[in-house]
T-cell receptor, first 114, second 114 residues
Framework: GAGVSQTPSNKVTEKGKYVELRCDPI?????LYWYRQSLGQGPEFLIY????????DSGLPNDRFFAVRPEGSVSTLKIQRTERGDSAVYLC????????????FGPGTRLTVL | KNQVEQSPQSLIILEGKNCTLQ??????????LRWYKQDTGRGPVSLTI?????NTKSNGRYTATLDADTKQSSLHITASQLSDSASYIC?????????????FGRGTSLIVHP
């Protein structure tokens, strides 16, 4: 079956603009994670969903970042008033459950804020 | 604070040679430890997983070890191939309020030369 997909693969925007990044998890996976990865760094946890609810959003850097998963499947990461420091690869991963199971990662969205 | 430290930061070896990557962690309470391989421009892919009671796990030419007492893990790659060139990330999952939030290391960048 299909793996985790993310769209767009690349996004270039100007400082101050609003962006949405989409994640389609593997069908049936209840857990969904968003990460941010800067060059030469490991992924940094942002938020984790169990079903439709955000079980842990402690990694969101500030209130410009928000994520939703209204039907427990597709998730959207929303960034308001983008800043140059938001430039990074945003990775999404899904897992059958949240119990420390393997996370299956998407290819990521490379966000560049000019 | 949960931390995962990896060494070396980067490594260059010749095709056919063996190498060992190191991971030290301070995640508590411990649930499991995974090694991921991340090719350039792609999301991480799980290589091995170990729980507290396991001290070695193999996946083809990859062998991971875990010493839960000293909180150290290693990933040994045997008879390296050009396709092994990638970033190898150590990920340790603990538990926080019942959810499993992983802590990622920064990764070791491995380059295999012909």
């Amino acid at each position: 079956g299909a793996g985790v997909s993310q769209t767009p693969s690349n996004k270039v925007t100007e400082k101050g603009k609003y962006v949405e990044l989409r994640c389609d998890p593997i069908s049936g996976h209840t857990a969904l994670y968003w990460y941010r990865q800067s060059l030469g760094q490991g992924p940094e946890f942002l938020i984790y969903f169990q079903g439709t609810g955000a079980a842990d959003d402690s990694g969101l850097p500030n209130d410009r970042f928000f994520a939703v998963r209204p039907e427990g499947s597709v998730s959207t990461l929303k960034i308001q008033r983008t800043e140059r420091g938001d430039s990074a690869v945003y990775l999404c991963a899904s897992s059958p459950t949240s119990g420390g199971n393997e996370q299956f990662f998407g290819p990521g969205t490379r966000l560049t804020v000019l | 604070k949960n931390q995962v430290e990896q060494s070396p930061q980067s490594l260059i070896i010749l095709e056919g040679k063996n190498c060992t990557l190191q991971c030290n962690y301070t995640v508590s309470p411990f649930s499991n430890l995974r090694w991921y391989k991340q090719d350039t421009g792609r999301g991480p892919v799980s290589l091995t997983i170990m729980t507290f009671s396991e001290n070695t796990k193999s996946n083809g030419r990859y062998t991971a070890t875990l010493d839960a007492d000293t909180k150290q893990s290693s990933l040994h790659i045997t008879a390296s191939q050009l396709s092994d060139s990638a970033s190898y990330i150590c990920v340790v999952s603990g538990t926080s309020g019942g959810s499993y939030i992983p802590t990622f290391g920064r990764g070791t960048s491995l380059i295999v030369h012909p």
